[in-house]
């Protein structure tokens, strides 16, 4: 159901009680559009105009929001208590929700008509809170304010409005373009193999195939690993892995990748496992067979190592993982090794893989309180904090292009050059995150991580893997939408 929106009759009559101060500076009415960013251009000064005093409404306001528990999401509380100091009127009562629960509280809390005001979420199961009636469109909102909207990138915003109808029911915060969008080498492995990186990798132009010979060059099975990738029991991540595959151009998303390389198909209908779909069977082959000659450990031997980061504790030749995975790692490696990281490589026959991975934020559809929930919804994605998540804190920048194309992220010790390439990698364009049509991405990954995790763990091989896991998850995928 789609029908939660918010009227521009009622918006405007809720907005006339609003608060200004600062926030109404960054939020206020369009009056005109503003010039694109050129290419390149250093990072955009983030400054909020001041206006004339207006004053604050009688009436208090106490907006609840769920937000994600721990410290790498201390940006939503910072912002929050920047918005209580804006509208002194308006108390915002936090909420801390452990990651893994927040889906399952949604809906439940939606249920019984308790969802926060504003909440966070991602988009694997942002959409099917959409199509539940819990959050409520924005699209209205979008119109008579200005929150700086063309600030996000392109891509991104048209993998929001992909899987509800083109509609917007929540804003993107923290994005990377691939789950393994970086890959961290320990040089000290490679110059003791005599092995060196392509002279372009570090600006993206090497190959699967020179991967592949380094980590056969520089890695000992039972003694020094190879590789490791973040997150292969998960479709997104998978995704990203197997359009690497693909040819470069001609297919659906922004990214370009031909369909035939896409684990689920374009439409959300159909999981393409099998063997007429040889470029995602090479691309899932090419990782099976390097943990089945030893080349990348297994759940066993990650479990037999008790919690021990190969790559960090300079055991392992290379490792994929989020474009802002090497400022983690800088603090665990110290001065082990020589780390370098370089762009996520091209397949093939030329296509570098890419699936958007994002958080939301969204606003209650029954929320008493529709015109400042949205400008808080606003405010914890405008470009301050969008900045900040990306540079003092220890995600990624939210999906702002003046946060990406910042040279304060491009400076950052481990990973400036990495996000350099990946601001221009969005600016490109992303292709979009596998989701099935009926919304029901959670499921989906539950079933595919049960399904092919005894694959990667050389418990069976494809034909085994597919036999089951095809049927189980074309199953989930031609149930109907919530």
Same mark, same amino acid.
């Given at each position: ?119 966070? #979420? ?108 973040? #997150? ?35 439409? #959300? ?214």
């Amino acid at each position: 159901m789609l029908e939660q929106r918010l009227s521009r009759r009622a918006l405007l009559q809720a907005g006339m009680i609003s608060a200004v101060g600062l926030l109404a500076a960054a939020c206020q009415p369009k009056v005109a559009e503003k010039p694109a960013e050129k290419e390149g251009q250093a990072e955009k000064e983030v400054t909020q105009a001041s206006e004339q005093p207006v004053a604050a409404p009688s009436e208090k306001i106490t907006l609840r929001l769920g937000k994600f528990a721990g410290d790498a999401w201390d940006f939503d509380a910072i912002w929050a208590e920047k918005f209580m100091e804006e509208n002194p009127h308006i108390t915002v009562q936090i909420e801390d929700v452990v990651y893994a629960e927040m889906f399952k509280k949604g809906l439940a809390q939606g249920a019984t008509g308790l969802v926060w005001d504003v909440f966070a #979420g991602h988009n694997r199961w942002s959409p099917y809170l959409a199509w539940k009636g819990i959050c409520l469109q924005l699209d209205d909102f979008i119109e008579t304010h200005d929150i700086e909207f063309d600030d996000f990138f392109p891509s991104v915003i048209a993998d929001v409005r992909l899987a509800v109808d083109d509609k917007l029911f929540y804003l993107p915060t923290v994005v990377h373009p691939g789950g393994n969008g970086v890959v961290g080498f320990n040089m000290d492995l490679l110059n003791d193999a005599g092995v060196s990186l392509p002279e372009g990798a570090i600006e993206g132009d090497w190959t699967i195939m020179d991967w592949e010979e380094i980590i056969r060059g520089a890695a000992k099975p039972g003694e020094i690993w190879g590789v490791q990738l973040d #997150g292969m029991a998960q479709p997104h991540y998978a995704s990203q892995v197997t359009r690497t595959w693909g040819l470069p151009e001609g297919g659906p998303g922004a990214g370009g990748s031909t369909e035939d390389s896409w684990l689920q198909s374009y439409d #959300g209908r159909t999981l393409q496992l099998g063997d007429e779909f040889p470029r995602v069977k090479a691309a899932l082959e090419w990782y099976y067979n390097l943990g089945l000659e030893g080349y990348r450990p297994t759940d066993i031997d990650l479990q037999q190592l008790e919690g021990v980061d190969l790559f960090t504790a300079g055991k392992m030749v290379s490792r994929g993982g989020t474009v802002g995975q090497p400022e983690t790692w800088r603090a665990r490696i110290g001065d082990t090794f020589e780390p370098l990281y370089v762009p996520w490589p091209k397949g093939p026959d030329g296509s570098r893989g890419s699936c958007l991975s994002y958080n939301t934020m969204a606003v209650y559809a029954k929320t008493k309180h529709p015109e400042e929930a949205c400008l808080l919804a606003a405010r914890l994605t405008s470009p301050e904090p969008a900045l900040y998540a990306g540079t003092e804190g220890t995600l990624h920048c939210m999906a702002r292009r003046s946060a990406w194309f910042s040279e304060k992220l491009w400076s950052r010790p481990a990973s400036g050059k990495a996000m350099e390439f990946a601001a221009h990698w969005f600016d490109s364009g992303i292709d979009p995150y596998p989701m099935p049509y009926n919304v029901r991405a959670q499921e989906v990954q539950d079933a595919f991580t049960q399904h092919i995790t005894p694959y990667w763990n050389g418990d069976e091989n494809w034909e085994e893997m597919v036999s089951h896991a095809q049927p189980a998850i074309q199953k989930i995928l031609d149930e109907p939408r919530p």
